[in-house]
């Protein structure tokens, strides 16, 4: 089963993505970050619900929540 590590890895590779397309935002749901990781559903989704904090935490007061402002 994927680590938080492992979880805020995949979150900060797929926000990365986003930006490098040019999106305005960016949508993630449990399985977009679970799937690439494997293990789909499973007992720790917790860990996906934990990195919402993390998510919070990075866009808060940005204009542009994916980096480019």
């Given at each position: 089963m994927p680590t938080k590590d492992e979880f805020r890895a995949e979150l900060e590779a797929q926000l990365c993505r986003a930006?490098?397309?040019g999106d305005a935002y960016l949508d993630?749901?449990?399985?977009?970050?679970?799937?690439?990781?494997?293990?789909?559903p499973g007992a720790r989704q917790s860990?996906?619900?934990l990195l919402r904090?993390?998510?919070?935490?990075?866009?808060?007061?940005?204009?542009?929540?994916?980096?480019?402002?």
């Open positions: 930006a490098l397309r993630v749901n449990a399985g977009d970050l679970h799937r690439p990781l494997g293990g789909y860990d996906a619900a904090g993390d998510v919070r935490r990075a866009t808060r007061g940005r204009r542009d929540p994916l980096g480019a402002d």
